[in-house]
């Protein structure tokens, strides 16, 4: 029986192994268990090289066979030591990486199945095959056993035959763009990808997919996508090219990041053309500060530099995570959606740096019936023809998309970018209509204001909202770039005058840097007993200081603030925080403390809906504060409908967005009377 009459194949199946022959394969027999050690992109070069249609069931059955001989597992490596030593060589499949020695004159590849990262290497090897010392590849390797060469380096590889194709032939993957419709094409390259093309019928599915694949056919650019799991967020990139370094959660270093200053050694940023961090929420940035300037910087310029060193390179990056969701939108618990990275990186100018947010909550999750199974590109060569499509641009198409006024230069690199790379996967051939064109700058033009969407939340005295999209077209509909609307938040404290319950802002901190504010609830009562104050809740020394102060400025001024002297002296105050984390600015919440103690040494209630930020001194005047765009978010969020701040601070009501003003009603005080007279009933 012929494979196509196990595997049926679609009309467009069918054409595209008519038109494309030995560059093609059919998908679904790269699934099958023997080859589940192997990257998709090996199991398919395997397949399209060694399986006809007429004896693929033999065909297939001997390429398992000589995997299974082959490919030792990790748990024999003794066992191969033993027969390399006992016969002199081995010959085994496996993946191999070489180096060049400068200083030793010496070339050496990591052969991971015998542990050994020091195997002399033939200068005939790697000049044949440039692969090796490009990130590796995977193949045939026999390895002989020679120590009286070099007692140190006893192993030696000696030859080494390749399961990946050489440079493609990029010109002929353009030229045959022109024998499909768009439509055609679209499906051909999601099932090269590894989707099932009819899984994915709507157009702006297809488009999130693609957009995936940007960083590898485009230079330099940065993606960020947070979804639900299980939606393939790097499933597509880790598979697709062995270009792709996938950093899954963990720590990451300046030395294999960028380089290792022992060793000088290049690391990965230098040696892939995409580095995919994975889990990002648990990721960890060894060197903490030096790691995301450099980061930073190379995101901006695509150099970084460590010590004496200097290095260009056109890496993308990918940071991809999980984020809880309410049907297909972001949970409403997030402030902003860059929420669930680590704080280092919950940084507007770090942010400002992506080019694109893909949302991961659209994408379907992946099932068995959303991978491919019909006709695609062999994997290996489709990934290889995508990294060469980096030499051409077509940003100057984008260019001439006439786009809304007021972009940032980052804001126009982004489309640009963006643009050139989605026509690159779906237009190699440079052919495109008008409107063709427009749908992908309008496209690439969301991805790039969801960046935008968010960074004005995260920094709302910062980023100011605008529209970035051809100028001929509103904003896109998906409902994360509409205005968010907020929850109703059922705390009493937003519709009941409450004794001595009262709420403070804080805004959030990692080393000297702001990423955020919240809010802290504070209740206070009056307990007979002993003159003095008693704080409980997870609180810091500031807090617990700036507490104090504010006791004594009420045992200072009690009379002027009404309250009996009596009272004063045989009563404890009790202030327990009931929701505070650590690390925020203590001081800042004095005003918000001296509000909840008088409340509670006078019984009058706190009017419902406010919250307080500033510090007052010990003569009753109320001083500046930092981070009032993020408090005043906090503020909202909680529902809060008034806050007071320093009247020293009133010049940020004018820098706030329009739409922050029109949420909230902002009071500047200049003493703590003037906030006791605004806020007590």
């Known amino acids: 029986m012929s494979l196509f009459d196990e595997h049926p194949l679609t009309e467009l199946d069918r054409k595209a192994h008519d038109l494309l022959g030995d560059k093609v394969v059919v998908k679904s027999l790269a699934g099958s268990t023997a080859f589940h050690r192997l990257p998709r992109y090996v199991s398919e070069y395997l397949i399209a090289k060694y399986v006809k249609p007429d004896t693929w069931r033999a065909d297939l059955a001997n390429i398992q066979a000589k995997i299974k001989e082959l490919l030792p597992d990790l748990e024999h490596r003794e066992l191969l030591k033993e027969k390399l030593l006992s016969r002199g060589e081995v010959t085994l ?14 070339r050496w590849a990591r052969v991971p199945a015998l542990a050994d990262n020091n195997v002399r290497v033939p200068a005939t090897i790697t000049e044949q095959h440039p692969g090796l010392l490009l990130g590796g590849l995977w193949g045939t390797v026999k390895i002989k056993y020679s120590p009286e060469t070099n007692g140190n380096a006893p192993n030696e590889l000696v030859s080494f035959t390749p399961f990946q194709v050489g440079p493609p032939d990029a010109a002929a993957f353009k030229s045959s763009r022109g024998q499909f419709t768009t439509d055609e094409w679209a499906g051909l390259m999601l099932q090269s990808a590894g989707y099932a093309a009819g899984a994915f019928p709507d157009r702006r599915t297809r488009l999130l997919l693609f957009a995936r694949m940007v960083p590898l056919v485009e230079r330099n650019v940065n993606l960020i996508e947070l979804g639900p799991r299980q939606t393939g967020k790097t499933f597509l990139l880790r598979n697709l090219s062995p270009r792709v370094f996938t950093v899954s959660g963990g720590k990451t270093t300046p030395a294999n990041l960028f380089v290792n200053l022992n060793t000088r050694q290049i690391g990965i940023l230098g040696t892939r053309k995409v580095v995919v961090f994975d889990e990002i929420a648990h990721t960890t940035f060894g060197d903490g500060d030096e790691t995301i300037s450099t980061l930073k910087d190379f995101m901006e310029s695509g150099q970084f530099s460590r010590g004496s060193l200097g290095f260009a390179s056109d890496a993308g990056l990918v940071f991809a995570g999980n984020l809880d969701v309410e049907g297909n939108r972001p949970h409403q618990k997030y402030g902003h959606l860059f929420e669930p990275l680590p704080t280092e990186i919950i940084d507007s100018a770090f942010q400002d740096r992506m080019h694109g947010y893909i949302p991961g909550w659209e994408v379907p999750k992946i099932l068995p019936g959303t991978l491919a199974t019909g006709v695609g590109f062999v994997t290996d060569y489709f990934g290889e023809v995508l990294v060469k499509l980096r030499e051409d641009s077509f940003a100057d198409a984008a260019r001439g998309v006439p786009m809304h006024a007021g972009l940032t230069r980052r804001d126009q690199t982004a489309v640009e970018r963006l643009s050139s790379g989605l026509l690159k996967i779906l237009h190699p ?28 939340a995260l920094a709302p005295g910062e980023f100011k909202p605008r529209l970035i999209a051809p100028s001929a077209v509103a904003m896109h509909e998906a409902g994360d770039l509409r205005p968010r609307e907020t929850a109703p938040v059922d705390d009493r404290l937003n519709r009941e005058a409450v004794v001595g319950a009262v709420t403070g802002l804080a805004v959030l901190t990692q080393g000297d840097r702001e990423y955020g504010g919240d809010t802290i609830l504070i209740q206070v009562s009056a307990i007979n007993g002993y003159s003095g104050v008693e704080v409980t809740g ?24 009404n309250i009996p002297e009596q009272r004063l002296k045989t009563q404890t105050l009790a202030v327990h925080l009931v929701k505070i984390a650590e690390p925020k600015d203590g001081p800042s919440a004095g005003l918000a403390f001296l509000v909840g103690m008088v409340s509670a040494l006078t019984n009058r209630p706190i009017k419902p809906g406010f919250a307080f930020s500033g510090e007052v001194s010990l003569h009753g005047e109320v001083g500046a504060v930092g981070g009032l765009p993020y408090k005043i978010a906090a503020a909202i969020k909680a529902g809060r409908k008034t806050v007071v701040i320093p009247a020293a601070n009133a010049s940020v009501i004018e820098e706030l967005p329009e739409e922050t003003r029109g949420a909230i009603e902002l009071k500047a005080v200049a003493t703590a009377r003037e906030a006791l007279a605004l806020a007590l009933e």
């Not at 617990?544 to 045992?555: C, H, P, W």
């Open 93 to 106: 499949i496996d993946n191999v990486e070489a180096r060049v020695d400068l200083r030793g004159g010496q």
């Open 429 to 456: 051939d440079g052919n495109w209509t008008g409107e063709e064109l427009q749908e992908i700058v309008t496209f690439a033009s969301e991805l790039r204001q969801r960046v935008h969407q968010q960074l004005c």
């Open 538 to 561: 997870l609180h810091g020394t500031t807090l617990k200081d700036s507490i104090r102060a504010v006791y004594n400025l009420i045992r200072a001024n009690f009379w002027e603030l």
